[in-house]
């Protein structure tokens, strides 16, 4: 039997381009995962997992929607050969019935962990270059003090607000997006009438303060 698994990294990420190439190569049942491909721990992958016997044929689109850790790759390809499992990239040329095959496997897994170590040390790069041009690390807060009393005022003004409308309405009345996944975190404490976060208005301060000062030196120049 063939067995499809397509994977993407985000709810907001499309999986048709996936499951459509799946589908055409024939595949009788699709497994499907939204998370991040660094580890095995899927809910999709592990019903997939599940679900494979001997003599059945895994199909996937790309080789790092399966994974993007060598090691574990390495280890499923030792897997599906004890368990006369076959393995077929589409996009990748491999087909692990074939002794070029898993030779293939073998170096597009490696290279699938390349990529991801690559990406680590550019992000780390960046972030370093961020810090010494003294941006604050891990962002401001999606709230502000002026939204934050805002939700409280409108929480209690109408207690039937949701947290979608409330998010509407913020962006409608203060020309700002906060999505309602933040509001409805913060839900609560709206309720509550509970003062503004006093680390967030630190790192704002903060901010604030380490941005004159690059004006300021940007001037003298």
């Not at 497994?31 to 899927?42: A, F, I, P, Q, V």
């Amino acid at each position: 039997m063939l067995i499809g698994y397509a994977r993407v990294s985000t709810d907001d990420q499309d999986l048709t381009l996936q499951r459509q190439a799946l589908e055409e190569r024939g595949c009788e049942r699709i497994y499907e995962d939204k998370k991040s491909g660094k580890n095995l721990n899927r809910d999709g992958w592990r019903e997939c997992r599940a679900d494979l016997r001997t003599g059945d044929t895994l199909v996937v689109w790309k080789l790092d929607r399966l994974g993007r850790n060598v090691i574990d790759l390495i280890k499923l390809a030792e897997e599906f050969r004890e368990d006369g499992i076959e393995l077929v990239v589409l996009t990748q040329a491999i087909d692990t019935t074939t002794p070029i095959g898993r030779f293939m496997f073998n170096i597009f897994a490696s290279m699938a962990e390349w990529e991801r170590d690559m990406t680590a040390e550019r992000t780390k790069a960046g972030m370093a270059a961020k810090a010494a041009e003294g941006v604050v690390m891990g962002g401001l807060p999606a709230i502000t003090p002026e939204i934050w009393q805002y939700c409280i005022d409108t929480i209690q003004a109408d207690p039937d607000m949701s947290p979608r409308r409330l998010s509407e309405a913020v962006e409608k009345q203060l020309k700002a997006k906060v999505s309602y996944g933040t509001l409805r975190n913060y839900w609560k404490k709206f309720e509550d009438g509970a003062e503004y976060p006093d680390r967030w208005r630190v790192r704002r301060e903060q901010y604030a303060k380490r941005q004159k000062e690059l004006k300021r030196g940007k001037g003298r120049k």
